[in-house]
């Protein structure tokens, strides 16, 4: 483990707090679709992503789904971080995006390292920072674009995280993550097909230039 972690995160914390890290972490691997955490929640661990991605979804009372943000190796959840520190169940749903690699960090250390490490410290602070513009972006998405144009900066950002121009969703999963119809993506991508910027296949999408 202690490879994986100085890989992603060495440059990142002191020496102690990477022994700290690789004394009291537990390493999980998840496979695409695995739900890391359940929205209701409980939190007893925070974790550290180092390979993979993952998708941060919020659920409404009727059960659909709003994708927040995406997470990539060195990253970390702020929303699990609110609740690791406020002891309160988790209003998210965290989902493996593709085959993951973790390292749990014990929800008693969180606090402690804020004091003890000055590079924790700036860790949390950034964490809040950049997930808070990701959640504001997406509060302007769907405030402000139309369905295509959240359509095209959800591909964008699929195509950026998973560094593939192939993106392996279905037309339900991509209306699931847009709180939208079935109907309506494949309308729109069959529209995007047509003006040459990708193509549509059986069981994936190939992105030619968006």
Not at 10 to 22: P, Q, T, V
Not at 48 to 57: N, T
Not at 59 to 85: H, P, S, W
Request: aromatic share 8%; hydrophobic share 40%; net charge neutral.
């Amino acid at each position: 483990m202690f490879k994986e972690l100085t890989t992603h995160y060495g440059h990142i914390f002191e020496e102690e707090l990477l022994a700290e890290i690789n004394k009291l972490g537990v390493f999980r691997e998840f496979k695409e679709g695995d739900t890391l955490m359940e929205i209701g929640q409980y939190i007893k661990s925070m974790p550290l992503l180092v390979s993979g991605v993952i998708k941060v979804l919020r659920e409404d009372k009727n059960g659909n789904e709003l994708l927040l943000y995406f997470l990539q190796d060195g990253d970390t959840c702020a929303m699990t971080m609110i609740c690791c520190v406020g002891q309160t169940q988790s209003e998210v749903r965290v989902v493996a995006e593709t085959d993951t690699k973790v390292i749990m960090i014990p929800v008693e250390k969180m606090e402690e390292w804020l004091s003890s490490f000055k590079s924790w410290r700036n860790f949390v602070l950034n964490t809040y920072h950049t997930r808070l513009n990701e959640l504001l972006d997406t509060v302007d998405s769907i405030a402000f674009l139309k369905m295509d144009e959240r359509l095209l900066k959800y591909l964008k950002d699929r195509e950026k995280v998973v560094k593939s121009n192939i993106i392996y969703r279905t037309h339900q999963q991509i209306a699931y993550d847009l709180n939208t119809s079935r109907v309506v993506v494949s309308r729109l991508l069959k529209k995007l097909e047509n003006m040459g910027k990708l193509k549509l296949h059986r069981n994936y999408i190939k992105i030619i230039a968006l």
